[in-house]
């Protein structure tokens, strides 16, 4: 079997917090008609500058055809070659090479007549406990915004939430404060996630005075690749802290400081299945759990993150994919499903991924390529609209 072909179509879905994100479907066609699909998501994150998506799929196409679809570790450690790792949390060649992996299992799964769980060495959990993004407050009156998020989505059956803080820890104590009274332990805020804006002493005085209020674990409260910054805060809690993988020299100076308890690990920051599965043994070798997190994928790539998680020996927090329920819209037939705050993973008895694009959809949510339009630094940092808030 060989690939003769790659093609790339850029769809933009805006989420019901009104902020618009982009991202890319990659197909991958063989010459035996079976053909892999993948998600390269949400490209909406700084660095603000553009890819030029024909000039993409052009180089994926002239370095992929020809070549055999089973040769995955060949394959990937090509990829890494063309989109090398760098130091940063969002790079964008990183989310090239996750789309192109998880086309790449879509398709060998396909093939073999095997599902991607059966790839990847079969299921340990048929399911993922996932919470839902309460994203970063700069007001009181966004915060107050905020519970109400709090309150229809725990009426759909979200009962875990986690909280992006640290901008105005006023407002983030107004919004823990007003969930507690309201919900009581009937909600649980899984973390707070201080998204490295504050040196980690600034993140622990804010933490000190935010943890009271019940929270599980403390994400990113250091600044980018402050590995003993970490490893001070981390100390200086007694709660579990996590930190986002986004390069395995990362992976590796975390690990020899000892910064984290847990890595958030997301098939997007890291390039796709196999590098996500290869961070993950190194955690679990280090000693270290694992919690999936997201950048808020379309349905097929929080398929993947489910089919990956389903996998993990050494899962040890609740996981963050809700993207599906994040954006107003979607590209697949039907949607992954989440059923009391649980994400399920797609259904065992299917090939490849299990999931199946609706390309009238993609017509409709398409857009020539990927573009930056007005969308000021701070919305992009805290991930809200201009009101902050979900529209009902
Ligand atoms: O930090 C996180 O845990 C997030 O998921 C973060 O990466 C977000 O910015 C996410 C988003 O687009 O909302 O990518
Ligand atoms: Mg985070
Ligand atoms: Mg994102």
Redesign the pocket.
């Known amino acids: 079997m060989k690939i003769i072909d790659v093609k790339l179509d850029v769809v933009q879905i805006p989420r019901h917090t009104g902020f618009v994100?982009q991202h890319a479907i990659a197909r991958i066609l063989t010459d035996e008609g079976v053909t892999g699909v993948g998600e390269m998501s949400?490209f909406s994150?700084l660095p603000k500058y553009s890819l030029d998506v024909r000039d993409l799929e052009e180089t994926l196409r002239a370095q992929l055809a020809g070549r055999n679809p089973l040769d995955l570790a060949a394959l990937n450690r090509e990829l890494a070659e063309l989109y090398p790792e760098t130091m940063y949390y969002y790079e964008k060649g990183t989310f090239i090479r996750c789309g192109i992996d998880i086309a790449l299992h879509d398709l060998v799964g396909k093939a073999l007549g095997v599902g991607v769980s059966e790839l990847l060495g079969g299921r340990v959990r048929d399911k993922l406990k996932v919470c839902y993004?309460i994203f970063r407050a700069r007001t009181t009156e966004e915060a107050q915004a905020n519970v109400d998020v709090v309150r229809r989505r725990f009426a759909q059956g979200f009962d875990v939430f986690r909280l992006y803080a640290g901008v105005n820890v006023e407002a983030d104590e107004a919004f823990l404060d007003a969930v507690r009274r309201e919900f009581g332990s009937r909600v649980t805020i899984k973390s707070l996630?201080f998204?490295h804006l504050l040196d980690w002493k600034s993140a622990l005085r804010a933490a000190k005075r935010l943890m009271p209020y019940g929270v599980e674990l403390v994400?990113?409260p250091a600044e980018r690749n402050d590995f003993d910054g970490l490893r001070q805060f981390r100390t200086a809690v007694d709660l579990p802290v996590s930190e986002?993988v986004w390069s395995f020299r990362q992976l590796h100076e975390m690990i020899r400081a000892d910064s984290a308890d847990i890595f958030?690990i997301a098939l997007i920051f890291i390039g796709g299945f196999a590098a996500a599965r290869k961070a993950a043994a190194a955690a679990e070798v280090a000693g270290k759990g694992v919690l999936i997190?997201?950048?808020?994928e379309l349905s097929l790539g929080t398929a993947a993150q489910a089919l990956f998680g389903a996998g993990l020996t050494n899962l040890a927090a609740t996981s963050?994919p809700t993207g599906p329920e994040l954006y107003v819209d979607d590209v697949t037939t039907e949607p992954v499903r989440y059923e009391n705050g649980w994400l399920l993973v797609p259904d065992a008895g299917r090939p490849g991924l299990g999931m199946e694009i609706d390309w009238d959809k993609v017509e409709r949510l398409r857009v020539p390529g990927f573009s930056w339009g007005a969308q000021k630094v701070a919305n992009l940092q805290d991930?809200t609209g201009t009101t902050g808030g979900e529209r009902p």
């Open positions: 994100c949400d994150h993004p996630d998204s994400e990113s986002h958030n997190g997201t950048t808020q963050d991930r």
